[in-house]
């Protein structure tokens, strides 16, 4: 059995956390679609095999907060990568972020973000953080920069969904300055 999570905690998940992981993403790209690359179509967690292949990835990590009042249901996330390619090996992206529509507001989402962040120090050799972060959600960007990101440039027409185009502001975070 899993360890319970800690009110407002985040965690990193494991192997066994795949369903839940499975159930929020699932929700998240349902409920912000012009937040994701991804579609529910097209997401790669689409089969349960794939979450736990994911999380038992060394050079992959998910981080996640549970409803304090129902601890099976996760209500926050936020996943980072290492890159392994040579040329990139110094990089790492974070993907994925999403909290849940009434656990908003509380701090779960610097909570996920900053533990992507803290994974990545931990990496050997990892110098930057980098996130992508739609036009329209302007809170996310917010909280990026709050916590050190850097917006180095705009994607026009990024995303399309349904027609409606969807910029992303790409931001990166050195882990080399000090914190803010």
């Known amino acids: 059995m899993h360890i319970l999570f800690k009110m407002g905690l985040a965690r990193q998940l494991t192997r066994e956390d ?9 929700e998240a790209l349902a409920a912000e679609p012009t937040a994701f690359g991804a579609s529910l179509d097209d997401c790669a967690f689409r089969e349960l095999a794939a979450v736990e292949a994911h999380l038992a990835n060394p050079d992959r990590a998910v981080f996640a907060i549970a409803d304090p009042n129902q601890p099976e249901r996760l209500v926050a996330m936020a996943g980072i990568i290492r890159e392994t390619r040579e040329k990139q090996q ?42 992508s972060v739609s036009a329209e959600g302007a809170a996310a960007k917010s909280l990026y920069e709050s916590i050190g990101f850097v917006a180095w440039g705009t994607e026009p027409d990024s995303l399309r969904i349904d027609g409606l185009e969807v910029s992303q502001h790409h931001m990166v975070l050195k882990l080399t300055q000090s914190r803010p």
């Open 18 to 26: 795949a369903p839940r992981l499975h159930a929020v993403r699932r």
């Open 90 to 131: 110094h990089r790492s992206s974070i993907w994925g972020v999403y909290v849940s529509h009434h656990h908003r507001g509380r701090g779960f989402g610097r909570a996920v973000v900053e533990a992507c962040v803290n994974h990545a120090r931990a990496w050997t050799g990892i110098e930057s953080v980098a996130l």
